[in-house]
């Protein structure tokens, strides 16, 4: 009989756990079964440099998406986004009588005195007892937005 050379002992290969994924929440209901969401609320406007310098440094809005030869811009991290169309067309721009997008503010009073120290229109502050706190205040073609702080505590 040959002697044999002993072999090292192997050590057992530790296999990782099949990686599961995080439980992902639920995708909100759709509104209905044609429309699922706000997508976007935006607004004409006339001069295209200087609802830029309003959407993107007076009011701070992140650019989401846009399409500069289109004369389109959308602000904003998440849906809906806040949007901008350059309007070109030679009858006049419809503007003011729009919709009105409203932004969820932590501090309605305090936005609307910085944004009059930026010479931005606002209207007077309202608030409705218990339910919510609402500032209005124009773009520079007069398209009026809000902002919403709400007084119904969480939960």
């Known amino acids: 009989m ?6 090292p002992a192997r050590k057992p290969v530790r296999r990782a756990a099949p ?6 929440p639920p995708a909100p209901p759709p509104w209905s079964d044609d429309i699922r969401e706000l997508n976007v609320v935006w ?6 440099a200087t609802a830029q310098k309003f959407y993107g440094e007076t ?3 992140p650019v989401a998406f846009a399409l500069e030869e289109a004369g389109w811009i959308e602000y904003g991290r998440t849906l809906p986004h806040l949007a901008i169309n350059r309007w070109t067309a ?15 503010c932590p501090d ?13 229109r606002c209207d007077e502050v309202e608030e409705l ?14 398209n009026k937005l809000q902002l919403a702080q709400s007084l119904i505590p969480p939960g």
Do not use: E, H
Request: glycine letters at 18%.
């Open 2 to 7: 040959s002697p044999t050379k002993k072999q």
């Open 19 to 24: 990686r599961t994924r995080a439980a992902q």
């Open 43 to 48: 607004y004409n406007v006339s001069d295209w």
């Open 59 to 61: 009011l701070g809005l």
């Open 90 to 104: 030679k009858s006049g721009i419809p503007i003011g009588g729009g919709g009105v997008a409203t932004l969820t």
């Open 108 to 120: 309605v009073r305090g936005t609307i005195a910085r944004l009059r120290a930026k010479g931005v």
């Open 129 to 142: 007892p218990g339910m919510v706190i609402l500032g209005t205040f124009y773009d520079p073609d007069g």
